[in-house]
């Protein structure tokens, strides 16, 4: 059985100013973004993970980053780095402020089965459950009896977790939107097509909300 340590980056200064941070920008994380890491990493020190799968962006790298320096278990330890694990692109979207009178913001949000990113050159959301997908069935291929550390993004976590548990796809952000650095776990029994759900945006660890 493979056991996913699904984990959001931290808050960034884009999350704050409620913009669009979608897998064509970046912004740093902001101090309590690195400080729930640090406390989620602390959290997960003592689970001896198999290998670390991150976003190629650079929020989701410090993120892991700041999460690895608490664990106790680090000698051999590898670490991937998956573009397939970038966020949703949302095109000209990028960085703008977010207008959630907008019909197709709304779509995103409550029924992803209806988005249609067409008109500002978005990624559609099959896209993006595709390639993340891909990436964990080779994660679960390659590590049967593991326990793989994923740290990514909100949208593509939500939609690729609910996916994997077999949901419908409008029902893709049901439980959303996960809190930073929010951990969710999934395992998958070998020899099977079944994700199990185990734990779902646990952030019980924080001792600071995320409008600190």
């Known amino acids: 059985m493979t056991t996913f340590y699904f984990v959001r980056h931290g808050k960034t200064e884009l999350n704050l100013s409620l913009r669009f941070q979608g897998g064509e920008i970046d912004s740093p994380l902001l101090p309590v973004g690195i400080e729930q890491a640090i406390q989620a990493g602390r959290y997960l020190s003592d689970v001896s993970f198999d290998t670390v799968a991150v976003s190629t962006q650079k929020r989701a790298m410090d993120t892991a980053n700041y999460i690895l320096k608490e664990n106790n278990f680090l000698d051999g330890l590898t670490i991937q780095y998956y573009d397939h694990l970038r966020e949703l692109r949302f095109g000209k979207r990028e960085g703008t402020e977010i207008d959630h009178t907008d019909e197709q913001t709304d779509y995103l949000r409550h029924r992803p089965d209806l988005y249609d990113p067409t008109a500002f050159g978005g990624e559609t959301i099959d896209s993006l459950v595709t390639r993340s997908t891909e990436t964990i069935e080779k994660l679960s291929q390659a590590y049967p009896k593991g326990k793989v550390l994923v740290v990514a993004h909100g949208v593509l976590l939500i939609t690729l977790i609910n996916s994997l548990i077999g949901k419908e796809?409008?029902?893709?952000?049901?439980?959303?939107?996960?809190?930073?650095?929010s951990i969710t776990i999934v395992e998958k029994t070998a020899n099977s097509d079944n994700y199990m759900l185990k734990t779902f945006n646990d952030i019980s660890y924080q001792s600071q909300n995320e409008e600190a």
Do not use: D, H, I, Y
């Not at 796809?169 to 650095?181: D, H, I, Q, S, V």
């Open 169 to 181: 796809k409008a029902n893709w952000r049901e439980g959303g939107p996960l809190a930073n650095t």
